[in-house]
C-alpha cells in the first residue's frame, strides 16, 4: 500500500535476541510485546525483524500500538503497516514513524484512518 517509489527511511532492524539486550526485557516479555501490537515485525531477510526506530529510549513507542490497530482496520498486512511507517508521507511530510517519535500520533492516525 505505498508507493514503491517513494524511499523509505534508514533503520536498523533488530532481531529478538537484539530487542532483549535493548528493551533489557526477557525474550518472553518481548514476544508478549508483539503479541500485544506494542510493537511489529516481520521477515528479513529469512529472520524475524523489528525496525529499531520503533523503539525509543529503551521502550516500545507509546503511540505506535494505537496506530497499528487503525493500520490493522484499514487492512494492513503487519508487512504493510511497517512499510507505511517507514515511507514519507505527503500530506505529513515525513515518514509516518518520525512523525510518531516526535509526538505527531493525532496526525498520523488521522492520515492512516482515511487510507481505509
Do not use: C, N, Y
Not at 533488530?14 to 503479541?35: H, I, K, N, S, Y
Amino acid at each position: 500500500m505505498t508507493d514503491d517509489a517513494t524511499p523509505q527511511i534508514e533503520t536498523d532492524w533488530l532481531t529478538l535476541a537484539d530487542l532483549t539486550q535493548v528493551l533489557g526485557e526477557p525474550l518472553g516479555r518481548v514476544r508478549r510485546l508483539l503479541d500485544e501490537l506494542q510493537l511489529v515485525g516481520s521477515r528479513r531477510d529469512g529472520v524475524f525483524k523489528v525496525p529499531a526506530v520503533f523503539i525509543l529510549d529503551g521502550e516500545p513507542i507509546g503511540s505506535l500500538r494505537g496506530t497499528l490497530f487503525v493500520l490493522h482496520d484499514a487492512g494492513f498486512t503487519d508487512d504493510e503497516a511497517i512499510d507505511w511507517l517507514l515511507t514519507s508521507d505527503a500530506s505529513i511530510g515525513i515518514p509516518p514513524i518520525e512523525a510518531l517519535r516526535a509526538g505527531r500520533k493525532s496526525e498520523v492516525r488521522r492520515v492512516a484512518q482515511a487510507l481505509g
